[in-house]
């Protein structure tokens, strides 16, 4: 089967499970969006790309933006990034502030919040305004000038992320942020509400299939052994508590966001995005997972 | 024996612990405090005082204040405050983040950190500056109208607040904290600050020692029930993860704080104060604690 | 009022509590139990006793037993018992392994399981049936030769104790269990199915109330520095998770079991035992705990 | 370059690093061992093999024992497999008897003790006995008839077994442990004292890069979607607490044990078995992970 006979056969099937699982509703914002959407874009390196459904239309990233400032991150310092943050999964969900504080204020891994807020940090600290920096990241790799973060959004998380301010002065207290924690609190904020499709989604992360470089401009982003290292990462830590489960049942280096899209990368062959709204237990898209599962089943291609 | 004779024995035989144990340093206008120090006043309902030592030099009561802002917030809510805040010992200390995140934001008893930023939010809802509510209670309870809050402590304490601050927003995530995080942490820092002698505290404790009544002035601060009742909170939360032990040794209701200084009470009898800055492990006075041992091993008299 | 108006106003008002909470049924032998039982005796040192409803009727002593096999151990090893079980709250429930595993297999104190099967340990390598030494001793202090452990009881508690059996390999892998797991588990489980009244119990626990000594027998049992000590630690521990809430409400020193029964001592004045087998949800008497109150509250004794 | 110069290379550059880290010590048998053993094999489905140093030289495979454990029960119950234990990172060490707690006596993966406790007690209950299937397996996939257990490392792992039969007993009271403890924990030891060497276990591993066939004897092991499935479970759960770590470094999915062994697989490519006995903090050869990093980066293949 060629990827148009996949995608369009995913699309089929998946129509009993939209609406399944639960869209997230901590702020107002992202409990609007209606379940039953679903889109699905695949892009090659040599710049074909299939799509499906609700392919076009824009959601919000949410922690799908952690990937992309981990790789801006992971350029500015290389592996001294790992002196700030672990690249070890995190067990599970109720460990978030417990497992920093048995781990004196170093977060597990860039994927989780606490460590997404110390690479904010590194952000804050090299650039005036570290949410500007992921946006024009973001930009350039995936060639939409248009992609910008949502204002409403962005100040609708601000409002409900004291959650993330305690684990911000609490990593501060440990000494491990450098910034003031609103500032960094902020930028995160507005990170995660950033907008983009399933295409530009896409081909944003194309550059980690293909050795590090975005191929229609030639810009180099990672050095190819940078590269393998953070699709490692992605395996281990990139869904949330699901990791295991995800691995074992699709196979590919992924990072999904609360928002409902997934982004994953086959090394050498492609990079989709999947979105669907409505997430399973662990707070990945419910759709989203098993049609990914489906396209490692029906192309026969993972990294196994 | 006599308290007179009582008080000079321990005065005497406590020599040879001063200096053992470390003054507490997280903030450096603590450290300064030199750690041979040691002062000892006791107080009875018919106004009779003894004091040993350094009982009339001022230090800085520290967690000792969260004694008087819980029982100016038992007076407000009465039992209704133990919706807000637990009343069993905290387990142990690494627990502190652990516990909030296990129980949902709702800390084990108002003498942990957590509890008494609880207790300072109910405060903050009810006085337009709590500090200040506090500050007044201890002059009237104490009858030394010259007591105040030590502006620099107060201020070193804000800047190395982070800790609390990451608590006070978890619980805010919990819906747990009504008022602005910083408002509660400065009145929280400000209430800590507070400087007291020994025999301005054994004073200002001596109506949990009389029912409830302040003996010289008449006030009645408490009734006799609820009385009982913070004394008993006293006695299995009042000196941090030591509680068991403090029982075991001393047998009197007490609370400690990190200056040095310990007060406790004998229910009909008397109220006491002990100060020596050097603490042991858990954070209590150390030669405090052994001298309150001494106390009620010479005098006969304990709960028990 | 006096005890026997006290103890019959008891009686009568917790008629509309009796059947309420849960008994415990982890065993067959003890989910059989009428919920609807409930008595109350007290005695004091000049030999007089007062009781109330079914204060006649054996039931399983359960956990009441770790206190009398603690006695013995205390007496047996003195101060030097506490290298081996501390005497600190144990915080909450679920906490039973991870705390041990925290504390490198030291239980926190000796009224958990954890600990008791310590003191099962050091009555194991003194006597060559450790339950045989605590059947004799309840014999001694209660002045009823015909206390013994429950056969079928016994049994029962042995089928159903592999988180027993967990928690001893896993300190014996500390190197805290001296004897075979398998014996010190035996043992205990027979001290647990030890049946007797409440009669019974409040004698055999007067010497807690008449420092140390029998009244009947002159027999010293512990000396009374010792003596305050083990009463200190019922205090604090006695009443699994909720001995905050229970000094707080009773103000006894006291030591529970889930067969519901409830052990209380007012030092100087009288030992009381209170039995119901509907448990709260912390494994108390949920009429037991009300009735204690009660009593505290109509005789105006506490300890505070 | 080809495989020989790649081992040549990397049993040249290694030497510095023999003798880091520290050889396992629980057990006298296995402190008996030299750190200074370095041993390396590769084979290709195709029938070639390469090796260096000790590659002929037997060890005590340890915990690699669960990768083929696994496989079996894999084989017996297919997905079935999943509802006794997990398939996610298990976090941190110190989360062993806490996690089981946390996750009612369901352990996180098959490859942490908990874990392969229940698959034993799963061969358990299959076979007369479980240790005998195990090493009649590895023959069978390894073609090598004189593999076997050790019978004294066997015997002085039983003796130190407790904290094993404290978790078999732990999650026999959760009703997850069907066989006697006794029985799984025996077998468990013997099955971790299965003496291999390099050539061995690189061999008995073709099949997991072969699509679940065993090379020469055209024997199906696991059908080809399983195959994948286990080796997504080794990339995630078979390096102990260093899983993100060594993906991060290496990029194979692989099976390390105590003993100083890693066996690791490259899909479609090849199987490697390195051996150093000294490891490092985490459990894992400090030279074998050194080395299977080398390779991919010399040999320039990985998953990624």
Redesign the interface.
């Known amino acids: 089967m060629d990827y148009t006979q996949i995608l369009t056969q995913i699309h089929h099937d998946i129509r009993p499970l939209l609406g399944k699982g639960r869209v997230a509703d901590y702020i107002p914002e992202l409990g609007k969006v209606s379940p039953h959407h679903f889109g699905m874009a695949l892009v090659t390196p040599d710049g074909q790309t299939w799509s499906v459904g609700d392919a076009a239309v824009p959601f919000s990233i949410q922690s799908i933006s952690k990937l992309f400032a981990c790789t801006l991150a992971f350029g500015l310092l290389g592996e001294d990034l790992w002196r700030r943050v ?7 969900a ?9 781990e004196q204020g170093v977060p ?2 860039p994927f989780i919040n606490a460590g997404a807020l110390v690479v904010t940090d590194v952000l804050c600290s090299r650039f005036v305004q570290a949410e500007a920096a992921v946006v024009q990241f973001l930009r350039r790799v995936s060639g939409n000038m248009a992609i910008d973060y949502d204002v409403a959004v962005a100040e609708s998380e601000r409002q409900h992320a ?2 993330n ?6 990593m ?2 440990f000494g491990r942020i450098d910034m003031p ?1 609103e500032a960094v609190v902020n930028a995160y904020c507005r990170q995660c509400a950033i907008a983009m499709t399933c295409e530009d989604l896409a081909r944003a992360a194309l550059f980690l299939a293909n050795g590090g470089v975005v191929p229609w401009s030639g810009e180099r982003v990672l050095d190819p ?1 940078p590269t ?2 953070l ?3 992605m ?3 990139g869904t949330y ?5 995800f ?3 699709v ?1 590919l ?1 992924a990072k999904s966001g609360v928002g409902g899209g997934i982004v994953a990368v086959l ?1 050498g062959e492609c990079a989709v995005c999947v979105w669907s709204p409505a997430l399973d237990h662990s707070g990945n898209s419910l759709a989203g997972v098993q049609a990914l599962e489906w396209l490692t ?1 029906l192309s026969g291609h ?3």
Request: positive net charge.
């Open positions: 672990g690249r070890e999964p995190s067990g599970n109720f460990n978030s502030l417990v497992q920093l504080e048995y597990r891994n004291d959650r301010r305690a684990m911000a002065y609490f501060k207290s924690v052994s393998k290292r699709s490692a990462l395996l281990t830590c508590d699901e990791a295991g489960d691995v074992y049942r196979g280096p090394p089943t993972s990294i196994f």
